[in-house]
């Protein structure tokens, strides 16, 4: 990844433009796993440019691989984790360091109880994993934990119509992002695949992927960046093409979000359109738990505005692309903001605020970094980011939308 920096300005912070998004990534991956599962039976449009699933697409289509490394692509790890699991191959998956430093324990141990044969080629618990297909299934009762990672339940839920007896998913405790579990079970649904889910449990009976085409949405989690830059902005008319207000994607809940900031999502036109509206900024908790991918961006739209806020629903965030806590601890200190943590929750101490001098964003190879503090250059007057081209791992048009936008970027 290059160490570049960049440095952004607003010299217009009145926005008034149209931002064409790239296909939503986390749609994007489902959809990939359920086309290499059925055989040809299922069709992909709209597939993003996504640096991940570009990844995840060029690793499915080759099967000859007998080393697979996915780099810093976390959903590829888990979801390719389940898939070779089934394939009549025997593989090493691995991935970038950091990559080995987040856990996959959950996940192999919920495989190996099925039957699969996974070993830790390094460190227990973690990758590179040796994975040596086809399961040979022992039981179709399998329970994991709720609160860890929704994409561990989602791995084994895109196999489960493979698998010779389906699938019983237990899920222990509470079920943390949620909607991605919600959108992974109606992607499928699309493609034929039925499921019941009653209590704690989903079950997956063996079935076949019925012929049919995905059109993957843009991506939510990419809108959100541009709700920030609306809310920072004096006046604001964004709009976002493709977006839906019934999307399957836990992230569009930035629209309910972003109306406290006075943003209003109009949809029409085939897209949405984001307007600023004149309103005080009054709520004071937010709650990420269905939606972890949206915190660094709100909290540092709160930390602009100067807004004491209180954030819960942050428990995954330390085992992302990099502990983005401690990483927004880090970099929101550099404006004289705090975010202070006591039992699982987070407050912002924004007395002493500074936005009147230069600042450098480092970015923690984290994609999420560098697009949730570029709205800070509507309010201060120049921002550097590190290693700005982390960002082609989601969206890489960021920089080049933003120059569209009126952005002065060097």
């Not at 360091?97 to 190996?112: F, S």
């Not at 005080?280 to 004491?308: M, S, W």
Request: hydrophobic share 40%; aromatic share 6%.
């Amino acid at each position: 990844m290059s160490s570049a920096s960049i440095k952004i300005s607003a010299a217009n912070k009145k926005l008034d433009c149209t931002i064409p998004l790239t296909g939503s990534k986390s749609e994007c991956n489902r959809a990939l796993i359920m086309q290499a599962l059925s055989d040809g039976a299922v069709r992909v449009d709209n597939i993003s440019e996504a640096a991940d699933t570009v990844t995840l697409n060029n690793i499915l289509r080759d099967k000859a691989h007998k080393v697979v490394d996915i780099g810093p692509a976390g959903t590829a790890m888990r979801f390719l984790t389940a898939f070779y699991s089934l394939q009549e191959t025997e593989i090493l998956l691995t991935g970038s360091e950091r990559m080995k430093q987040r856990p996959i324990g959950i996940l192999v141990d919920a495989l190996k109880t099925l039957g699969a044969d996974i070993q830790y080629a390094e460190k227990e618990g973690f990758p590179p994993l040796k994975i040596r297909g086809p399961i040979k299934q022992k039981t179709n009762q399998v329970s994991i934990k709720g609160n860890i990672s929704s994409q561990y339940i989602s791995a084994l839920l895109l196999i489960a119509p493979k698998l010779e007896q389906g699938l019983n998913l237990v899920i222990e405790g509470e079920l943390t992002s949620k909607p991605y579990v919600q959108m992974t079970l109606a992607m499928m649904e699309q493609a034929g695949i039925r499921h019941t889910w009653t209590d704690n449990v989903i079950s997956i009976a063996k079935q076949p992927f019925n012929k049919s085409v995905i059109n993957v949405e843009p991506d939510w989690s990419a809108a959100s960046y541009w709700y920030a830059i609306a809310a920072l902005s004096k006046e604001a008319r964004l709009f976002l093409p493709g977006l839906n207000g019934y999307s399957l994607q836990g992230d569009s809940m930035i629209t309910e979000i972003m109306a406290n900031f006075g943003i209003t999502s109009q949809f029409k036109d085939g897209g949405v359109y984001l307007i600023k509206e004149a309103k005080k900024l009054e709520r004071k908790i937010f709650d990420f738990k269905e939606c972890p991918d949206l915190a660094q961006t709100v909290i540092v739209c709160c930390a602009a505005l100067g807004h004491d806020a209180t954030f819960t629903g942050l428990e995954t965030l330390k085992i992302k692309e990099t502990d983005r806590v401690n990483a927004l601890q880090t970099e929101l200190a550099k404006i004289g903001v705090k975010l202070i943590e006591k039992n699982q929750t987070y407050k912002l101490d924004c007395s002493g605020l500074d936005l009147n001098k230069k600042i450098q964003i480092a970015t923690y190879d984290d994609h999420r970094m560098a697009m949730a503090f570029a709205p800070l250059a509507l309010v201060m007057p120049e921002l550097e980011i590190e290693d700005h081209l982390v960002v082609e791992k989601s969206y890489p048009d960021f920089w080049k939308h933003l120059e569209l936008a009126g952005f002065n970027i060097s």
